[in-house]
């Protein structure tokens, strides 16, 4: 049996896609062994998951981006907030390979210095990759401004353009932080997104096609699994007993964002309507909200209990929610407000499981308009469940794993 070391950031969005494989892992005799935070160690250790902390300086992360005044802004936060982390996290899974001893290796795909560690060691490693994947391709639009795809002359020649300001920036971010860590490990210099994934011996995207733009040209070591929908285990609420008419999740952002506009935005927008609106809030403060008669409102409850139930589910177009809500067949309003949500926002569209909403368009109206639209395209939205369903899941993702280690075992 093999030894697998994962090495994830202290982010729940991060961590929980990956708990459904390591439990795989697990249930084949494989030891499994996490270095993540505080909350995060807790929660691995109460379902049976050896897991230790990561180093002081890297036991918590409080993503900055959301102060910024702009998407580009934000943008540039959350990538040099990754980079500050690069340094310290060398040693760090240096010292965890060292105590460990693993075969193989699992990185958050946002542990930058993690990586090039990881592929110094010698060992097989792999990313986790719980966000849309963002190689570059012949039938995908560049990543990081949620662009339509389009294949013609005008949309090749705008794809190019778009892709040196996101793919180029993204680049050089990642170059200015990870380059000295490389340099300094005898590393060669990366120069772009491309060579930053691809030294990875395997890439386990948690989604499928056609969610993610189907493309004829993924590299061999990309596995599509399906989206790992794990989440701390919870009774259903007593509550949802007491629900009877077609019910609406509306959630807000559970790694603060400050999209409270949401919360806001949907009592306002579904207050009085003929359904019954479960609306989960995380940090956000809505102490002055004004929370209608069929709007139960709750800091955190289980999702997929009220999901199976929905008829809708309006939220930030998070990667995790996003996919959790479809994977049950339950049709989403995108409304993205930074990070990666307007990739996953316009797959949602594209996809026709969906509709997206940008939150500089977000008003009652408008909100109360797409929920409605949205209940129609069901179809779609069940289209992308069984799609996941086909993928693999968890089985997928640790028989990609294994093959991994044997390999590397055998080398």
């Not at 060292?98 to 958050?108: G, Y």
């Not at 966000?131 to 570059?136: F, H, K, R, T």
């Not at 990309?222 to 077609?246: F, I, M, N, S, T």
């Amino acid at each position: 049996m093999s030894t697998f070391l994962a090495y994830i950031e202290p982010v729940p969005g991060r961590l929980y896609p990956l708990v459904p494989t390591m439990l795989e892992l697990g249930r084949r005799g494989h030891r499994v062994t996490v270095r993540s935070g505080a909350n995060e160690v807790n929660l691995l250790h109460s379902i049976g998951i050896d897991a230790n902390l990561l180093a002081p300086e890297l036991a918590s992360f409080e993503p900055r981006d959301w102060q910024a005044r702009t998407r580009f802004g934000a943008l540039m936060r959350a990538l040099n907030q990754f980079g500050e982390r690069a340094q310290p996290q060398v040693r760090d899974l240096q010292q965890a390979i060292e105590a460990e001893r693993p075969d193989v290796v699992i990185l958050d795909e946002t542990s930058w210095g993690a990586a090039a560690a990881a592929e110094r060691s010698g060992l097989g490693w792999a990313f986790s990759v719980p966000s849309p994947l963002p190689l570059p391709s012949h039938d995908a639009p560049p990543f990081g401004l949620g662009l339509t795809p389009r294949h013609d002359r005008l949309g090749r020649v705008r794809d190019r353009i778009a892709g040196r300001l996101t793919v180029g920036t993204l680049e050089r971010i990642i170059a200015r932080h990870v380059n000295p860590v490389r340099t300094e490990l005898g590393l060669p210099p990366l120069r772009t997104l491309e060579q930053f994934y691809l030294a990875a011996d395997l890439l386990l995207a948690y989604t499928a096609e056609p969610f993610e733009y189907p493309r004829t040209d993924w590299p061999a070591k990309v596995r599509l699994v399906g989206p790992g929908l794990w989440e701390p285990p919870a009774d259903p609420p007593a509550w949802l007993d007491e629900l009877h008419r077609p019910l609406v999740l509306v959630t807000c952002s559970t790694a603060y964002q400050n999209d409270g506009r949401l919360a806001e935005i949907a009592c306002a927008a579904l207050g009085g309507e003929p359904f019954d609106v479960v609306l989960t809030t995380g940090d956000v403060d809505v102490s002055g909200l004004q929370v209608p008669a069929n709007v139960r409102l709750e800091r955190f409850a289980p999702h997929s209990p009220v999901l199976a139930r929905a008829v809708c589910a309006v939220c930030h177009a998070g990667m995790g929610i996003t996919q959790k809500a479809l994977a049950h067949g339950v049709p989403v309003v995108a409304v993205p407000f930074g990070r990666d949500q307007p990739e996953v926002a316009r797959r949602v569209e594209i996809a026709r499981a969906g509709i997206r909403l940008p939150a500089r368009k977000l008003t009652p109206n408008r909100l109360r308009t797409a929920v409605r639209q949205a209940i129609e395209l069901r179809p779609g939205a069940q289209r992308i469940a069984e799609a996941f369903a086909a993928a693999g899941g968890p089985p997928a993702a640790a028989d990609a794993l294994e093959q991994l280690a044997a390999h590397r075992i055998t080398r």
